[in-house]
């Protein structure tokens, strides 16, 4: 089981990985256990009763394929003198692992919590997942799915460079919008 999973670092964030340590405390309600194996204060409040589903979901895969870690979920901790969990990004799973099932493609996915919104941390976070998975593992085609209705996430995927390649529904988020990128 992967225990060290090296964080991802942009201007502003450390993108820490979620061990099943921290998704197993959060899904127990114990945040005080969870930021301390985080190294990083959590919101009151989350996860909410959707993010505990997805949680859930990141748990079953961390137990059944524990080297699929690096590619999971991975909290937005804003760097300074308060370490603060902004949001969490990361993929749906290894190359393969996407809406598209494409074998060279990872599928991306992000949020930022209300309080934190406005401020760019979902793009750069978004940014800096890209670059890790082209520069670390070769990966150069993207995905990522949004809901029609999310002008800020699909502002964000533009932003990118993502190109909107045709749309699927998604049986918890209804229709959503599939963008790719080829880098």
Do not use: C
């Not at 409040?45 to 505990?52: C, I, K, V, Y």
């Not at 533009?158 to 963008?179: A, I, P, S």
């Amino acid at each position: 089981m992967l225990v060290d999973v090296p964080s991802i670092r942009s201007r502003r964030l450390e993108l820490v990985s979620l061990s099943r340590a921290v998704v197993e405390a959060l899904l127990r309600s114990s945040a005080e256990e969870a930021q301390s194996l985080l190294g990083a204060d959590i919101p009151t409040g989350w996860p909410d009763e959707h993010d505990a589903r997805f949680l859930r979901l990141r748990r079953k895969q961390l137990s059944l394929e524990p080297d699929t870690q690096p590619w999971l979920l991975r909290a937005l901790v804003r760097t300074g003198p308060e370490k603060v969990m902004v949001g969490h990004a990361g993929f749906h799973g290894p190359p393969g692992a996407n809406g598209l099932k494409a074998g060279d493609a990872v599928e991306i996915g992000y949020t930022v919590f209300p309080a934190f919104r406005g401020h760019g941390y979902a793009t750069e976070a978004a940014a800096a997942l890209l670059d890790w998975a082209q520069s670390e593992h070769e990966i150069r085609h993207f995905i990522a799915s949004v809901a029609p209705a999310n002008a800020p996430s699909l502002a964000i995927v533009r932003k990118l460079g993502f190109v909107q390649t045709g749309d699927q529904w998604d049986e918890e988020d209804g229709l959503e919008l599939v963008f790719e990128l080829t880098r």
